[in-house]
């Protein structure tokens, strides 16, 4: 499947839907709201916001919810992506942000990045995916089923982790 075109992107209609997220964010202790928004291969705009937790370590960033409402709605395959702070500004996604948009969007998602936009091999190049899992003896082998990108080991389902994991 193939990313809608950077030319055939409402860049500015996902852009609004970031900031609109944005202003419904919980970020209580940072002072930093963040909202994200992307296109779906199939037309829909999913959004999400970072929900912050006084126990840091398990805030939520603003692609974590979009990935979720991505999921929850039936999955599917992001093609364009944008993030944004308070000022609506674009921002990068975390490192570990980067991972969970190629899960859901891969090698063709179109990132709206500060400098341009850019597809997800150059946001984050030679990256981990499913596939890896096969070829280094995972025990579920990475095989993928669906166009949302969930994967089922035998067994079982498995969402995002090698152990099987919810």
Do not use: K
């Not at 002072?31 to 959004?47: E, H, I, N, W």
């Not at 993928?144 to 067994?155: D, I, L, N, S």
């Amino acid at each position: 499947m193939t990313a809608v075109p950077v030319r055939e992107t409402d860049w500015e209609a996902l852009r609004g839907a970031a900031r609109d997220v944005m202003s419904r964010a919980y970020a209580p202790y940072s002072g930093f709201p963040v909202g994200a928004a992307a296109l779906t291969a199939d037309g829909r705009t999913v959004t999400g916001c970072n929900v912050e937790n006084a126990a840091y370590g398990v805030a939520l960033c603003a692609e974590c919810g979009l990935i979720s409402e991505l999921v929850a709605g039936g999955g599917g395959r992001l093609t364009a992506f944008t993030c944004c702070g308070r000022d609506g500004e674009r921002l990068m996604p975390c490192g570990r942000c980067r991972q969970l948009l190629w899960e859901h969007g891969g090698p063709d998602l179109l990132v709206d990045t500060p400098s341009g936009i850019r597809p997800m091999t150059e946001v984050l190049p030679d990256a981990f995916g499913a596939d890896d899992l096969g070829r280094h003896g995972s025990r579920t082998g990475g095989e993928r089923h669906g166009a949302g990108g969930e994967q089922h080991a035998t067994g079982g389902e498995q969402h995002g982790t090698a152990e099987g994991q919810h």
